[in-house]
Structures are given as C-alpha cells and as structure tokens.
C-alpha cells in the first residue's frame, strides 16, 4: 500500500510557500502493531499517542501505552507502563492539554474476562502520574487548555469535572454522555447521549442546548473549538434541506448565532471524525467523497475546510489504505492523523500508525456573514434550551 502526498484545494485554494515534505509518520513503524489516539497541544509542538509499538524501549511486552512526542527535538516519552501484555491490560485514550502540561488517559486491566478502567493524568512538568478514579466500566475523559480541570465519564455514573488543584470531582453533570469535548476554559461540554444527538452544556449557567434531535444518526462526535464558540459534528439527518438522501455528512454550529453549516455535501458518501482549530475556521475531517477531483477511488482520506477561503484541501491521497481520525492544533498550524498506508516503506505491514502534517498559512480574513455563508436557522422549530439537570 503506498502513501501519495497531496496538497489539492478547490478555488479559492490555499496558498503554499514553497516546497512542502511529505507528513511525518510519529509512531514507530516496521511491525505489526497499531497505534491510534492522536493528541496535539494548543501550537502542535507535542502530540499524544497510545499504542502497543516500542519506540521508546520501554515497552518490550508490546502492551498499549501512551507516549507523547516533541516535535522539536524529534523524542518520544512512554507516559504509562502496563505489565504483562496486551492481554493483561493497558492504556489508551489521551487528552493533551492545550499548554502541553498534562496529558490524561484510560488506565485498563483485564480480570476474570472484563475490562476494568480508571483515568489517570500525568504532569509532564513535574513527571507525576496520578489516578483519579476508582476501577470501573467504560470511563472517557478530556482536558482543560491549561490542565486543570479534567472532565471524567464513567458509565453507571455520569460526567463530572476533576480539580487537579484540590484533587477533587464536582458533582454529577451529566449522566451517560457517550462521546464528549470540553472548551479550552472548561466552561462548555458538547457530548452526544444515547438517541439525544448532540447537546451543548454550559458548566457556569447549567444550560442545556439541543444541538440536534433526538434521532437525528449516531456516533456524532461533537467536538468543541477551544475558544468554546462552536462545534463539528457528522450527522445523517436533514436539517437544512440539504442532505435529501442522509449520507453522513460534516456540520458546523455557531454557538452565538445557533447557526448550522453543512460543509459536506457527499450524496451517498461517508464523513466521519471532524475536529476544528481552536477559533472554529479550520474543519478537519475524513470522507470517502471525491471533494477535489483526487479521490476517485473513494478511499477514506483526511480533508481540511476552510471557512474563510471557502476551499478544501485534501492532505492524504492513499491506494488501497485507510486514513481518519484527524485532529487539529488550536493554532490551525498542524493536523494529526491515523492511517495504515505505508509512507516510504516506514510502515510495511500496514499497521495502523500516527502521522503529523504542518498546514498551509491561512490566509488572513474575517469571517464572513452569516448570511454569505448560506447559514440557516435549524429547522427543528428552534433550538431548544432547557435550564434543568441535563439527563
């Protein structure tokens, strides 16, 4: 399987400054295992990782563990250790706090055939790892831009927010929520419930907003901007009037405006996995649709949108591979990624591995109107907000 480099957009494109290298795989490749989870810091100086790779030496049983690389010395950091294999346990899921301070993760260990979980934080200041809950089932989390504040969801309980100051959980916010981010203030949560769709909780005035309806698709994924003024999420219904046959399909929502953007139009085609830049103008995302006339063999490949060029650029154009899971730095700089292509015979058996990739300068504009945005009120009778307990 190879890797192709591209750098393709539609007009208005990007502008590109000179030659550009090819993306950087980070993970370490020439073996069979899978790396997955990628993480970047506010300026995209450090990204998180788990996997069951050794490239640090530190991890011969080949057990999923969480590393973070420094782009600027070229390093790797092995930030847990789990003994005894895959098969024992391991960690997984990171959250790398914007300021790149702390990094928090999902400690496992298998016992009598079940998985039992505890999130645990590492300072990467000060080299200390804590645990912050108890083991139990199915527990996720995120982090605040500065690492202070840790939102935690555990399946029979429910969200709640970690003080890693006085070392204590707030009460319960939320109950079940199945995917969720938080702003870079921690002020704001986006999470999707189960059959809810996506719901917008405001953790200073215990707002609730419906983002989209209950029954409106699954694995929806919102992700928040940093600055907390808006949210990605792919969804398979029609809100706009442009979305007729429900492909899965990338939306943007304007939190002050409770405006609603569809950026992919695929028709029959699959969006999934969309992160944002910390201001909310850069979309990143994957999808099986031939956005910009490289993708005609409808591989899943990483896309970038960019609101104030209104243009698409395609980063990764693969044969045969499959390319996802991207997030982007809160500056816009740089997009990490997950794929099994084999970038210059650094990945020969196709193992699912970490790469990172610096982006064209955005062209510096304002945003335009709403209205020249083609931006409508959703058409759910309004958007609900509701000043109760969200459930």
Do not use: C
Request: hydrophobic residues 35%; charged residues 10%.
């Amino acid at each position: 399987m190879n890797f192709t480099r591209t750098l393709v957009g539609l007009v208005p494109a990007f502008t590109l400054l000179g030659a550009h290298a090819a993306p950087l795989q980070v993970s370490s490749g020439g073996s069979f295992y899978n790396n997955f989870g990628p993480s970047l810091s506010a300026d995209g100086s450090r990204l998180a990782y788990y996997g069951a790779g050794n490239p640090t030496g530190g991890n011969a049983d080949n057990s999923f563990e969480v590393f973070v690389y420094e782009r600027a010395s070229g390093q790797t950091r092995q930030v847990s250790d789990q003994s005894g294999g895959q098969f024992a346990g391991g960690n997984q899921t990171p959250s790398l706090s914007g300021d790149g301070s702390r990094v928090a993760f999902q400690h496992f260990t298998i016992n009598g055939g079940y998985a039992y979980f505890q999130t645990q934080s590492y300072d990467l200041n000060t080299n200390t790892l804590t645990t912050l809950t108890q083991p139990g089932f199915a527990e996720t989390s995120a982090i605040s831009r500065d690492g202070k504040t840790i939102a935690v969801a555990t399946g029979n309980l429910g969200l709640r927010l970690y003080d890693t100051a006085t070392q204590a959980f707030s009460a319960v916010l939320m109950t079940a929520p199945m995917t969720f981010t938080m702003s870079g203030d921690g002020k704001r949560i986006a999470y999707e419930g189960f059959s809810q769709g996506v719901r917008l909780y405001d953790t200073v005035s215990g707002t609730t907003t419906v983002v989209s309806p209950p029954g409106s698709g699954f694995n929806q994924r919102p992700v928040l901007s940093a600055d907390g003024n808006s949210l990605v999420f792919t969804s398979s219904y029609d809100p706009l009037g442009q979305n007729a046959d429900h492909s899965s399909e990338v939306f943007r929502y304007d939190i002050a405006t409770q405006t609603l953007l569809q950026v992919t139009h695929g028709n029959g085609t699959t969006a999934a996995d969309a992160g944002l830049s910390g201001d909310g103008t850069r979309i990143v995302f994957s999808s099986t649709q031939d956005i910009t006339g490289h993708n005609a063999d409808g591989n899943t490949e990483v896309f970038v949108y960019d609101l104030l060029a209104g243009s698409f650029l395609q980063l990764t154009d693969t044969l045969g591979a499959y390319s996802g899971s991207g997030v982007m730095s809160e500056d816009g700089s740089t997009v990490a990624w997950v794929s099994n292509a084999n970038l210059d015979g650094a990945n020969p058996y196709g193992a699912f591995q970490v790469f990172m990739d610096r982006l064209p300068p955005q062209v510096q504009a304002r945003l335009p109107e709403p209205a020249s945005l083609a931006l409508v009120l959703v058409a759910l009778g309004g958007l609900v907000a509701l000043r109760r307990a969200p459930g």
